[in-house]
């Protein structure tokens, strides 16, 4: 199906919904607009065959309208189009499979996870480590420094192992949903909070197991000198909240959100992004692209005229 096919398949669409359906002229308009800007989208890509489109080409369409600036509503929107014209692009045995099927609508705006302002990741930081030398404060601090250079989930970062780390190359091994691996890069921060307590904390709490044989691999250990779990890390965060005054509800997550958030807000591109976490589709990865309230009202202060 070459270019031409394609907008011979996009006006069929249009009669089926005009004329077989009935539905409101405005509606069909608004299809056949959709349609016009994803057809364009997608010759500018390189594909002028709808038998060519990918799944991933798809989600990219998405993707660019969320860099664009649209909404979660308008992009749904879009999106629903796209699914119908691929249906019957499948119904009319144009193409054999329908690869929009896959691609979810984003979260609306009101679903957007809670995140952490850069100041108050600072201060939650400082304060998981404490004063002195203290193993478990080493331990603590390690951690979650760890979490916000990684993006992290709580699961990758207990199930940790000493040989993931590569300190020399500035790279962690995570082992994520499925048992998939990415290597993720670890900052100066996080590497010098690391080195710390594998040199002072970790030896001391590792002395600790007085029954069988020592935990020798896992990177994080608990009091008793075993791997650290998941629920201890909810304790963790939310002991070092509670120091740090963080008036927000706290859970080992939302350092995930905030590694998200603060790489998208600082110009990273939503692809990359979706890599670092470990997204399977980045339309999952598409609900970091809004604009957080706070730096809207400051982009508005510093550039509107007459704002202030």
């Not at 705006?109 to 030398?133: C, F, M, N, Q, Y």
């Not at 995930?256 to 692809?271: K, N, P, Y």
């Not at 992004?273 to 598409?286: D, F, I, K, N, R």
Request: charged share 30%.
């Amino acid at each position: 199906m070459a270019h031409d096919d394609m907008e011979e398949l996009l006006e069929r669409f249009v009669a089926h919904i005009d004329v077989e359906r009935g539905l409101a002229r405005a509606t069909v308009e608004a299809y056949r607009a959709d349609l016009r800007r994803y057809l364009a989208w997608l010759r500018a890509h390189g594909i002028d065959d709808l038998a060519r489109v990918g799944t991933g080409d798809v989600e990219g369409y998405v993707v660019s309208l969320a860099e664009a600036g649209e909404g979660a509503r308008s992009r749904s929107r879009r999106l629903a189009s796209l699914h119908e014209f691929h249906r019957f692009a499948v119904d009319r045995h144009a193409v054999d499979a329908d690869v929009s099927a896959a691609v979810k609508a984003p979260k609306a705006a009101g679903s957007l996870p809670e995140v952490l302002t850069i100041d108050e990741v600072r201060r939650l930081l400082e304060a998981a480590g404490g004063p002195g030398k203290d193993p478990a404060a080493l331990r603590d601090r390690a951690l979650l420094e760890m979490m916000y250079a990684t993006g992290a989930r709580v699961s990758e970062a207990v199930g940790a192992n000493l040989d993931d780390l590569d300190a020399q190359e500035r790279v962690v091994r995570l082992t994520g949903k499925g048992s998939k691996q990415r290597l993720v890069p670890i900052g100066t921060y996080a590497l010098r909070a690391l080195d710390r307590y594998l040199s002072e904390g970790r030896p001391a709490l590792q002395r600790r197991r007085r029954n069988g044989p020592e935990e020798l691999r896992a990177i994080f250990l608990n009091l008793r000198g075993r791997r650290l779990s998941r629920q201890s890390v909810w304790a963790i965060i939310r002991d070092a909240g509670e120091r740090a005054h963080i008036d927000k509800p706290l859970h080992p997550h939302i350092l995930r959100h905030s590694f998200a958030t603060h790489l998208i807000q600082g110009g990273a591109d939503v692809r990359t992004v979706q890599e670092l976490l470990g997204h399977a589709s980045v339309t999952t990865t598409q609900i970091y692209t809004h604009v957080s309230p706070e730096h809207l009202i400051e982009t508005y202060l510093l550039s509107h005229p007459r704002a202030r």
